[in-house]
């Protein structure tokens, strides 16, 4: 019930590709869901972030498309970078109260040049 | 200094020794947290404090203390660790009850037990 199914483990894309990172999440209860990526050296930092009563975010080159019904939620990186090259995570938790993460186990992105 | 720091970066310290690890917010939040990440598994939620009481505590073996003096600083404290403890510990904070659950992480203390 608490688990964050994270896929794939890691990613190999082209410069301009787009790169596609799914997560599905078990407990109805969770609606926050933040991207978080993470540099070699750094702490994760929240790249994009969305909440269930709206089915797709954007920000500049990051998408969160999410379908509840699913209980799924994927990340697309347009006109992938070198520079995107990193770790990303998403997470799951209620947007009240304490704010507790259940994490996924992470995707190893590289952006060759 | 800005953001979440934490001090040491880089940790080696044998199975017998005592260190502790510190973090600093300086944001103005009033709820801080401490994970564990390991190689190839999720970030581990460890301790929760809110307002300095701690408010969760996920079933961490008690050779790691944390410690919550004020809602800017958190330490945890660590005794007798096994190998296995090895890994990036990282702090966090967040604003609680606000409607915005962002979590802003610190860079992390890198522990290595011999």
């Known amino acids: 019930q608490q688990q964050v199914k994270q896929s794939p483990q890691s990613l190999i894309v082209q410069k301009g590709g787009i790169s596609i990172i799914n997560c599905a999440y078990e407990?109805?209860?969770?609606?926050?869901f933040p991207w978080y990526q993470q540099f070699p050296g750094k702490g994760p930092a929240l790249l994009i972030a969305i909440r269930p009563d709206v089915s797709e975010k954007k920000e500049g080159r990051f998408t969160i498309s999410f379908n509840k019904s699913a209980k799924q939620f994927s990340l697309h990186i347009m006109d992938s970078q070198p520079g995107d090259s990193a770790t990303y995570f998403c997470?799951?938790?209620?947007?009240?109260?304490?704010?507790?993460?259940?994490f996924g186990t992470g995707t190893r992105l590289k952006v060759l040049a | 200094e800005t953001g979440v720091t934490q001090t040491p970066r880089h940790l080696v310290m044998g199975m017998t020794n005592k260190k502790s690890l510190k973090c600093e917010q300086h944001l103005g939040h009033n709820a801080m947290y401490w994970y564990k990440q390991s190689a190839k598994k999720p970030l581990e939620l460890m301790f929760v404090?809110?307002?300095?009481?701690?408010?969760e505590n996920n079933s961490v073996p008690s050779r790691f203390s944390p410690e919550c003096p004020n809602s800017s600083h958190l330490f945890l404290h660590l005794h007798t660790l096994q190998p296995e403890d090895s890994a990036l510990y990282l702090c966090a904070s967040s604003q609680e009850w606000t409607g915005d659950p962002t979590q802003y992480f610190g860079p992390g203390t890198r522990l290595l037990v011999l």
């Open positions: 997470a799951a938790s209620r947007a009240s109260g304490t704010y507790k993460y259940i």
């Open positions: 407990n109805t209860a969770f609606d926050y």
């Open positions: 404090y809110n307002f300095k009481e701690q408010t």
